[in-house]
């Protein structure tokens, strides 16, 4: 999506802490149980935190789970949920659901209930509630039973009393058959930068001052430790991984992954041994792929999974083999097998989008044995028939090019949506409406004009979600949904004139010069060509 970002433009440091100065300046406290309070963390919108990626997850392995509708009665929570964007983009498409986000962290709670007020979301609210005793209070007690819960960015990077807590409430609290997301830094993968988070941590912690700025101090010092002539030891694969992307990475981000006292990656059996102690089952990965061992191990590897029978060990396996360094694991409370035939039902009746243009869709892509292709003559169709709109997998398996041949409605879900080039729409059809348009403009607004390179997640109504729009294609999409109201939800958009770009080029970037005017150009005009017919079809008008 490089292409449609803003010419020069980058997801850069000065401007994050721009918005950091301006927005949030906090003081050093020592309530955080070794988890960094002063400084906020980043806004992001996560596919893997909306219900129906968790259910697709659990129906491929055979679980009984559903997507549900934007206006059934529905409780989503968000533990651990930063500055709300995940749960607010969750209540702004799915009115009928309600939506609890809970972080400790007053700012965040702060920062998110204001941009709740300001977009008029009412089936939204967040608790100031420290997991560590969080489900003895009597804010937990009055909590209504949880169906869906998500957790990113929050198992690994707390201590075990929270972890602890975490568990009590979800024992607590999560309803029988309940969906649970939780996403956390992977052994052996992080083996190689663990000496990284100590130096940054430590250095940083000698520098002084608020976490990002020894968050950035110690990573300087990581830098030139590592870059020293003489060489360095510290550092193994994903250590050099992180290496390299650490001067680009968020200050905000660097200090909530490397500052925290009790950060520690862990091996995913353990995980699903702390979270059987709320009767709780890992059933499948957000990352579709990793359901299939097929498509993401050799032969080999294969053989050897094939010899156990636990999904635990499989996990253990896969972690090993493919160097997986963020898990991103679905578990169950009380998971209750699904007959092969409804499954398959469930499956072929689920309605998918291309998330990116026809020209774009790739036969190819990368797993730990090698690149893996699909079979043109089987996908080709299919991303054909995707670029006229969306359809059901049961209108994808009928088509002529694919009847009497692979039958399998798991794979063709999972590869699309695994290789990430469409996304579910849980309810086809759902116009855009005024509660995400207003969302979507706070979003904007909230990132002070920095709008990146990895996108603003939009909330919509179609995909009972968010989708992430790069770079200033959220501008175009913002300016043309200015036309819409309640009254018209179907309207076709006009391409916009170039006289009306022009006007948004100088709400972009006033000062700039007819070279500068004509890059902007060119990028706004690949965005109408090639990704708006992608977004309209996945309700996003624009
Ligand atoms: C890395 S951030 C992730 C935020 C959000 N889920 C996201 O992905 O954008 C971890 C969050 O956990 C919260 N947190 C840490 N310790 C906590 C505790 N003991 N009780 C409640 N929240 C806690 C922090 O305030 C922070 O917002």
């Keep these: 999506m490089a292409a449609i970002s803003p010419p020069t433009r980058r997801y850069s440091a000065p401007a994050w802490s721009s918005w950091l100065r301006t927005e949030r300046e906090f003081e050093m ?36 789970a559903r997507l549900v509708g934007r206006h059934e009665a529905y409780h989503y929570a968000d533990i651990g949920c930063g500055l709300g964007m995940s749960a607010l983009i969750v209540a702004a498409a799915n009115p009928g659901w309600q939506v609890t986000g809970l972080d400790f962290n007053p700012a965040h709670v702060a ?64 309803a029988a058959g309940g969906l649970m997301h939780v996403s956390y830094n992977v052994l052996p993968a992080w083996r190689g930068a663990l000496g990284l988070q100590r130096l940054i941590r430590e250095a940083g912690l000698r520098h002084g001052g608020r976490s990002d700025k020894q968050a950035r101090a110690g990573a300087d010092i990581a830098v030139r430790l590592a870059k020293d002539e003489a060489g360095s030891k510290f550092l193994e694969g994903m250590g050099n991984v992180l290496l390299d992307r650490i001067g680009n990475l968020p200050v905000p981000y660097l200090a909530h992954e490397f500052m925290n006292r009790h950060w520690a990656p862990c091996f995913h059996l353990d ?40 999904p635990g060990m499989a996990e253990l396996i896969k972690d090993l083999c493919m160097g997986r360094s963020l898990r991103n694991d679905v578990f169950m409370r ?53 670029s006229q709109g969306p359809a059901t997998i049961e209108e994808l398996l009928a088509l002529p090019d694919l009847v009497g041949r692979r039958d399998n409605p798991a794979e063709l879900i999972g590869v699309l949506m695994g290789t990430n080039q469409a996304v ?25 004009g920095d709008i990146g390179e990895t996108g603003i997640g939009f909330a919509v109504p179609a995909l009972g979600g968010g989708f992430a729009i790069p770079g200033i294609a959220a501008i175009a999409v913002l300016n043309q949904q200015a036309a819409l109201s309640d009254e018209t939800p179907g309207l076709v958009l006009q391409r916009p004139s170039p006289p009306t770009i022009d006007r948004w080029i100088d ?9 500068r005017r004509g890059e902007f150009m060119t990028v706004f005009r690949k965005f109408f060509d090639e990704f708006a017919p992608v977004l309209n079809d996945l309700g996003i008008p624009c």
């Design 29 to 64: 406290s020592g309530w955080g149980s070794g988890y960094i309070t002063d400084i906020a963390y980043i806004p992001g919108f996560y596919q893997a935190q909306m219900q129906s990626t968790m259910a697709l997850a659990a129906l491929l392995s055979g679980k009984k």
């Design 111 to 174: 920062a998110a209930r204001e941009m709740a007020r300001q977009t008029g979301l009412s089936n939204i609210s967040f608790i100031e509630a420290d997991f560590t005793n969080f489900a003895e209070s009597t804010a937990c007690q009055a909590l209504p039973e949880i169906d869906t819960v998500s957790m990113h960015g929050v198992w690994s990077w707390v201590a075990p009393a929270v972890q602890d807590g975490i568990l009590r409430l979800l024992n607590a609290k999560l």
């Design 271 to 310: 995980v699903a041994e702390r979270f059987a102690s709320a009767k709780m089952v890992f059933v499948g990965s957000c990352q579709m792929l990793d359901n299939f061992p097929q498509l993401s191990l050799s032969e080999g590897q294969r053989a050897i999974l094939q010899e156990f029978d636990d």
């Design 334 to 386: 009380g998971a209750v097998p699904m007959p092969l035939a409804q499954r398959d039902a469930a499956l072929l009746s689920m309605t998918v989008a291309l998330s990116k243009p026809r020209a774009e869709c790739k036969l190819e892509f990368d797993t730990i044995g090698g690149t893996a292709s699909l079979s043109p003559s089987y996908y080709e169709p299919v991303f054909d028939r995707l």
């Design 424 to 448: 579910l729409v849980p309810n086809p059809g759902a116009p855009m409406d005024r509660r995400c348009t207003a969302l979507n403009a706070a979003s904007v607004t909230q990132r002070g």
């Design 507 to 515: 709400q972009l970037e006033p000062a700039a010069d007819d070279a």
